[in-house]
């Protein structure tokens, strides 16, 4: 789409959604945090709207990402902006990795299946299945999103037995692909142990939680280890991963099937933008490959940069 064309469309739509009584500039100021003078840039076009601000947008406007970027005529193949409730969670709240899962089952008969991530925090298909990390994932969304009101702890975070088998499918499908590859941020574990240590520091979560985080992620290294080694799933699909030298702002991730094209851009810890347009899909998939080029291979070969990796993260874990 012409730049012009989309800039015009989001101004637009903006227009159309902001409250009454209050202005484009400091209803934007307020919602993305930003100065005066950004906000100008970016309603002068000058400077263009990321994606993690239209996100924001679309979520606190109830916009269309679709409709802003004129996808609206495929909305039957479309995945909007989803905000999952982790507390007190109903069924539609998780939709969208419903409808993830039922594609990746479905296309599970096609010959061939790709799948690469660009990660600064770690993607839901490798860490489901340890219980606190994805208690804490989910603590952080809400924190993101500033809907910590109902939440007393991150034991009052509630992983239903109907969340946690659509998450458990939605990592076994994810290792039916027959290739995947993960491109770490080089800071991704020092990220995550600074926001827990931040969430303890501010009373938001307990010192057994530290102590229960701190054993799921010494699980959960020793689980990526194995990965690494092997280079494969259990399923014998093969699985890389990547150490960049370069950082990312946020975690994207494709996934390429032989009659669709996924695009996945994480927002607030957990919620996402989804996309199967192919344009965007085909950028998204050059830019995550083109890291491999600035990134170090740890999985199979690379055995002392993988060793040293994984020993100097148990040791920034071992600080909890």
């Known amino acids: 789409m012409n730049a ?56 606190n406007l109830d916009i269309s990402l679709d409709s802003i970027t004129g996808f609206a005529q495929q909305q039957n193949k479309s995945f909007p902006l989803k905000f999952t409730e982790f507390v007190n969670p109903m069924d539609v709240n998780h939709a969208q990795i419903v409808k993830l899962n039922e594609f990746l089952n479905t296309s599970r008969k096609q010959t061939y299946r ?57 990592q076994k499908e994810s290792t039916y692909i027959n290739y995947s590859y993960y491109i770490f941020n080089n800071s991704i574990f020092i990220y995550l142990v600074n926001d827990i240590k931040y969430f303890y520091s501010i009373s938001y979560i307990t010192a057994e939680d530290v102590a229960a985080l701190k054993k799921d992620l010494f699980d959960f290294i020793d689980k ?10 259990d399923t014998g699909n093969k699985v890389q991963f990547y150490l960049s030298n370069v950082n990312f702002e946020s975690t994207y991730t494709y996934i390429q099937t032989e009659d669709a094209r996924i695009s996945h851009i ?7 933008v989804i996309s199967l347009d192919e344009s965007v899909c085909e950028k998204l998939k050059k830019w995550i490959d083109s890291l491999k080029r600035l990134s170090t291979l740890i999985s199979e070969s690379g055995e002392i940069q993988r060793a040293k990796f994984f020993k100097e993260q148990r040791e920034l874990v071992n600080t909890l």
């Open 4 to 59: 012009n064309i989309l800039h015009n469309n989001i101004i637009n739509a903006i227009k159309e959604k902001v409250p009454k009584g209050e202005t484009i500039t400091n209803f934007l100021m307020n919602i993305l945090f930003i100065g005066k003078e950004a906000v100008y840039r970016r309603l002068q076009g000058r400077v263009p709207f990321t994606f993690e601000e239209l996100s924001i947008i679309s979520h």
């Open 114 to 170: 790709e799948s690469g991530s660009s990660a600064n925090f770690f993607p839901q298909t490798l860490y489901i299945g340890h219980k606190y990390l994805t208690k804490f994932y989910m603590f952080k969304s809400l924190y993101q999103t500033n809907e910590l009101d109902s939440v007393k702890s991150m034991n009052d975070i509630e992983i239903t037995p109907k969340l946690d088998k659509i998450m458990e499918q939605y």
């Open 224 to 233: 990526l280890e194995k990965l690494a080694v092997k280079g494969q799933f």
């Open 266 to 272: 994480k927002t607030f810890a957990l919620n996402a």
